[in-house]
Antibody, heavy 128, light 107 residues
């Protein structure tokens, strides 16, 4: 079972860049069998998928955040990262990293099974 | 983007009840849908994937069904540990989205 741990500053100043890292154990960020995602949850609200990164550094982002978000893999340290630029108070949230293991469904179809492992989450507060 | 709409937003229930949560997609997602349970201060936990497949270790009182645009999560014989928030999530397209959540609370 993959285990994930988020790390990074809990306080970021307005208009600066939020940077978080997720360290992976029990799996490899170099594996083609996983997607690695970031998800956030505003206080007392629902879940928002931020984006994902996968083997070779392929990324997909939530269109609502596109232009401010980037993700990357660090294969030497088996971790992946999130950068969110020009943050405002609206970016204050608990940030989770999560993994999705791929499953082969036949006929050339590989799909994830949802987010099957999660980090514990880290609260990031944007201050003015 | 595919929009996911859950109902109800809040579901008062008692231990032993059978409860059903509905999730509707704004366009067909086949069966590429997952359900999660989240308790306060904790990360979500995967319950169901591909609409109806029970994740390992999840009690059999949880079940999922549906395809296309309409899906349900049913908890038969609600247990005290099941009072929590539940979210659906589609992964049909490149951009993944969650429903807004349903809170199962004590009646």
């Amino acid at each position: 079972q993959v285990q994930l741990q988020e790390s990074g500053p809990g306080l970021v100043k307005s208009l600066q860049t939020l940077s978080l890292t997720c360290t992976v154990s029990g799996g490899s960020v170099s594996s083609a069998n996983f997607y690695w995602s970031w998800i956030r949850q505003h206080p007392h609200e629902g879940l928002e998928w931020i984006g994902r990164v996968s083997y070779g550094g392929t990324t997909y982002y939530n269109p609502s955040l596109k232009g401010r978000v980037s993700m990357s893999l660090d294969t030497s340290k088996n971790r992946f990262s999130l950068r969110l630029t020009s943050v405002t108070a609206a970016d204050t949230a608990v940030y989770f990293c999560a993994s999705s293991e791929m499953t082969y469904y036949g006929s050339g179809i590989y799909r994830p099974q949802g987010f099957d492992s999660w980090g514990q989450g880290t609260l990031v507060t944007v201050s003015s | 983007d595919i929009q996911m709409t859950q109902s109800p937003s809040t579901l008062p229930a008692s231990v032993g009840d059978s409860v059903t949560i509905t999730c509707r997609a704004s366009q067909s997602i086949s069966t590429w849908l997952a359900w999660y349970q989240q308790k306060p201060g904790k990360a979500p936990k995967l319950l169901i994937y591909k609409a109806s497949n029970l994740e390992r270790g999840v009690p059999s009182r949880f079940s999922g069904s549906g395809s296309g645009t309409e899906f349900t999560l049913t908890i038969s014989s609600l247990q005290p540990d099941d009072f929590a928030a539940y979210y659906c999530q589609q992964y049909d397209t490149y951009s993944w989205t969650f429903g807004q959540g349903t809170k199962v609370e004590v009646k």
